[in-house]
T-cell receptor, first 117, second 114 residues
Framework: GAVVSQHPSRVICKSGTSVKIECRSL??????MFWYRQFPKQSLMLMAT?????????EQGVEKDKFLINHASLTLSTLTVTSAHPEDSSFYIC?????????????FGPGTRLTVL | AQSVTQLGSHVSVSEGALVLLRCNYS??????LFWYVQYPNQGLQLLLK??????LVKGINGFEAEFKKSETSFHLTKPSAHMSDAAEYFC????????????FGKGTSLLVTP
């Protein structure tokens, strides 16, 4: 149980295009999902907290108009990178919080590798 | 504000030797503490976690960690390293003040030599 999927796993796009990444909790309901960004050889940095049915909360320095987050259902959150540029190339990882478990454990998706040419 | 410090960005051990990865945290409220492992180009896998109760926590693959409040530490250990343990390890902390979002350390790359 507690599986989180991400789609796509890898995407290459041209500069100026928009890319949508999906994060799904497959066997539990997740009222809260988190989006992280990881640069090569570095740690994960929290970008935003996504709550079902409400606006996402963005961390300081993260452009909300650049990284659009939608959490329309209890099992799906999407991250759209708008007008992508090469500096947006990164590994994006989502996690979903399972409130039914002690400690509100988060489960991570396998990540999406975005390359902007 | 909470934070995590992992001492040593790279740790090298011989196969069969003790693994010790250090993690210190700061949190103004009782923390939840986690260790994750990441293999190249993959997501994170939970090794173990501390929420409440017993301070010595046993995880998967023979790893364990001990929560020491007085030292604000949560070091990860394994008695005998395997080649398959070579990976990136992240310590993370969360608490209610952060909405339970995870705050990660910078990571420690574990190299296991034959």
């Amino acid at each position: 149980g507690a599986v989180v999927s991400q789609h796509p796993s890898r995407v290459i796009c041209k500069s100026g295009t928009s890319v949508k990444i999906e994060c799904r909790s497959l066997d539990f309901q997740a009222t809260t999902m988190f989006w992280y960004r990881q640069f090569p050889k570095q740690s994960l940095m929290l970008m935003a907290t996504s709550n079902e049915g409400s606006k996402a909360t963005y961390e300081q320095g993260v452009e909300k108009d650049k990284f659009l987050i939608n959490h329309a259902s209890l099992t799906l959150s999407t991250l759209t990178v708008t007008s992508a540029h090469p500096e947006d190339s990164s590994f994006y990882i989502c996690s979903a919080r399972d409130f039914s478990r002690v400690g509100n454990e988060q489960f991570f998706g396998p990540g999406t590798r975005l390359t902007v040419l | 504000a909470q934070s995590v410090t992992q001492l040593g960005s790279h740790v090298s051990v011989s196969e069969g030797a003790l693994v010790l990865l250090r993690c210190n945290y700061s949190s103004s409220v009782p923390p939840y503490l986690f260790w994750y492992v990441q293999y190249p180009n993959q997501g994170l896998q939970l090794l173990l976690k501390y929420t409440t109760g017993a301070t010595l926590v046993k995880g998967i693959n023979g790893f364990e960690a001990e929560f020491k409040k007085s030292e604000t530490s949560f070091h990860l250990t394994k008695p005998s390293a395997h080649m398959s343990d070579a990976a990136e390890y992240f310590c993370a902390v969360s608490d209610r003040n952060s909405g339970y979002a995870l705050n990660f350390g910078k990571g420690t790359s574990l190299l296991v030599t034959p």
